[in-house]
């Protein structure tokens, strides 16, 4: 039975009439068009889903729609502004964060919620915080060495 489903998507408003049980990766990607958040594992074990709901890093693959109903959603098209990457996407590029780049928009994601709630993490606690986010390719610590950037040039203005 479908269901409107209201919600902030990258700061525009949203309302949907969807099944309110359905994935929130699913509508992003397949009713939204917004294909950045990429299925993983399918058990929010992976990170590859993850987007930031009201602040927090949350697995969409997880996540049923419903579940957002008046929140604040941001997925990896909603970190660039004017053009211009986000600190952390910079600093992914800059650093070479990745190889194939599937696990990259979750690895973003996550560290931007780090950041959001930890502007000057230490090293450790990137390292901890980012343990749940899986890379296959092993670009772990050119991940952290970019998040460890990003927080660095944030200092003054954070990484909103």
């Known amino acids: 039975m479908q269901r409107v489903i209201s919600f902030e998507l990258n700061g525009k408003p949203v309302r949907l009439s969807v099944d309110p049980g359905r994935s929130l990766l699913w509508v992003l990607r397949e009713d939204l068009g917004l294909t950045g958040t990429k299925f993983g594992c399918g058990a929010g074990l992976c990170g590859a889903c993850t987007v930031v709901v009201d602040s ?5 693959c997880a996540t049923p729609v419903s579940a957002v109903e008046g929140k604040r959603v941001v997925t990896i098209e909603g970190l660039s502004r004017n053009g211009r990457l986000h600190p952390l996407q910079q600093a992914f590029l800059e650093h070479h964060a990745f190889q194939c780049g599937f696990c ?16 000057q993490p230490t090293r450790e606690q990137i390292i901890r915080a980012m343990d749940d986010n899986l890379c296959r390719c092993g670009s772990h610590p050119r991940i952290v060495a970019a998040i460890e950037h990003a927080a660095s040039a944030a200092k003054s203005g954070g990484v909103r």
Do not use: D, Q
């Open 56 to 60: 927090e890093a949350v697995r969409s």
């Open 104 to 119: 990259t928009p979750g690895m973003i994601m996550n560290a931007y919620a780090l950041l959001l709630r930890n502007p």
